[in-house]
């Protein structure tokens, strides 16, 4: 069965002290692998859309990466601001519908 | 609006009853996804629309849950005879194509309680 895993679960970062949070995937053909930002109360925001091994995306403070089995959504000197739940989502190839991950809850305390 | 919203944004009701969900999706945007979340995980799907049809209704978890779309645009999940197991936020989102081609923008979410 194909599954997409997220580790850490849950993850406190001091704010500038850089991270990275891992997605990985269990897959027979992987289309896409996308990356949202989901705040309490709210539905997710989309970051990041990688499609092929080597790819790198990059927006402010987050980098994201890809691998033939995981993906990597590293965090440079972080601020209180990007505590979030950090979801990764799979778009296989046989399908057309998305498997999302349960998510990396991160906090960064000032 | 800009964004997609759904309505209500909470709905208390009690087991066995009926509930209708709605989901306004971006203007233009041809493909419409519902998901399912419960705390502390992630969307689950549950169905996609393209246009008016429903092009994967594989996530549906049993016959009590259906969808409709009926002009393309704004859509309905509907839930009938209830179940405390049925809580759960439910999110809509919309993208310009589909099938993955296109970013998928999320709406709020509508915060299901069964009592």
């Known amino acids: 069965e194909d599954q997409v895993t997220q580790s850490p679960e849950a993850l406190r970062l001091q704010e500038g002290e850089s991270s990275s949070l891992n997605c990985s995937y269990t897959v027979s053909g992987l289309r896409g692998l996308f990356w949202y930002r989901q705040d309490p109360g709210k539905g997710p925001e989309f970051l990041f859309t990688l499609y092929s091994a080597g790819e790198e995306k990059e927006k402010e403070r987050l980098k994201a990466t890809l691998t033939k089995k995981e993906s990597f959504l590293h965090i440079t000197a972080p601020k209180p601001e990007d505590s979030a739940t950090y979801l990764c989502a799979v778009l296989f190839n046989y399908g057309q519908n998305f498997v999302f991950g349960p998510g990396t809850r991160l906090s960064v305390l000032p | 609006g800009a964004g997609v919203s759904q309505t209500p944004s909470n709905k208390v009701t009690e087991k066995g009853k009926y509930v209708e969900l709605r989901c306004d999706p971006i203007?233009?945007?041809?493909?419409l996804y519902w998901y399912r979340q419960s705390l502390g995980q992630g969307p689950e799907f549950l169905i996609y629309f393209q246009g008016t049809g429903a092009a994967d209704d594989s996530g549906l978890p049993n016959d009590r849950f259906f969808a409709v779309r009926p002009e393309g645009s704004v859509s309905t999940l509907k839930i009938q005879r209830t179940e405390r197991g049925d809580s759960a936020v439910y999110l809509c989102?919309?993208?310009?194509?589909?099938?993955?081609?296109?970013?998928?923008?999320f709406g709020p979410g509508t915060r299901l309680t069964v009592l």
């Open positions: 203007s233009g945007h041809t493909a």
């Open positions: 989102a919309s993208s310009l194509a589909g099938a993955g081609a296109d970013t998928q923008y």
